[in-house]
T-cell receptor
Framework: GQNIDQPTEMTATEGAIVQINCTYQ??????LFWYQQHAGEAPTFLSY??LDGLEEKGRFSSFLSRSKGYSYLLLKELQMKDSASYLC??????????WGAGTKLIIKP | TAGITQAPTSQILAAGRSMTLRCTQD?????MYWYRQDLGLGLRLIHY???????GKGEVPDGYSVSRANTDDFPLTLASAVPSQTSVYFC???????????????FGPGTRLTVL
């Protein structure tokens, strides 16, 4: 079957760095997305990786290793507003989007 | 630009009743999707439409139906609601017509449905 694994919850301190991991087993691969979802709100797009390597976008970076079925989202200079759930999603060979359950990130002052 | 709107925002429904959740987008996106989101689970695809006039089944289609008469609207109907359909429902769209594809998905604000 198809599966995406992410930690259920993580805690970090304001101003610090946190890395949220995502591993996947899917039938084929056509790209990996990260979305941010604040409590009670809709998911919003953060990043897209289709090739191996690091994509940097301001305080957020996303890394992909296709051979390892692994990605991470790196958040730097954490702010209280970064408290949210972070969803990993993979597009399989049929271009179906498979979603992880999300990682709830709690930022403490 | 409004993006995607959903109605109602929330609803309490008696089991056995029918209900239509509305979704409208103004981005002229080809593809639209309905998801449900339950605590501890990832977003699960209910139905999708790659382009106006076509629809397809997702991961959890039973008990739900959709139609896509035009580009902008993609209503989701529960013919006879059951308590297990209590969830938060999100409508989403992408520019291209593949099911999910490699395009960023834009989400509506969601409908919180409780079936008693």
């Amino acid at each position: 079957g198809q599966n995406i694994d992410q930690p259920t919850e993580m805690t970090a301190t304001e101003g610090a760095i946190v890395q949220i991991n995502c591993t996947y087993q899917t039938s084929g691969f056509n790209g990996l997305f990260w979305y941010q979802q604040h409590a009670g709100e809709a998911p919003t797009f953060l990043s897209y990786n289709v090739l191996d390597g690091l994509e940097e976008k301001g305080r957020f970076s996303s890394f992909l290793s296709r051979s390892k079925g692994y990605s991470y989202l790196l958040l730097k200079e954490l702010q209280m507003k970064d408290s949210a759930s972070y969803l990993c999603a993979v597009t399989d060979s049929n271009y179906q989007l498979i979603w992880g359950a999300g990682t709830k990130l709690i930022i403490k002052p | 630009t409004a993006g995607i709107t959903q109605a109602p925002t929330s609803q309490i429904l008696a089991a056995g009743r029918s209900m239509t959740l509305r979704c409208t987008q103004d981005m002229r996106h080809n593809a639209m999707y309905w998801y449900r989101q339950d605590l501890g689970l990832g977003l699960r695809l209910i139905h999708y439409s790659n382009t106006a006039g076509t629809t397809g089944k997702g991961e959890v289609p039973d008990g739900y139906s959709v139609s896509r008469a035009n580009t902008d609207d993609f209503p989701l109907t529960l013919a006879s609601a059951v308590p297990s359909q209590t969830s938060v429902y999100f409508c989403a769209s992408t520019r291209d017509g593949t099911s999910g594809g490699a395009s960023e998905q834009f989400f509506g604000p969601g409908t919180r449905l409780t079936v008693l």
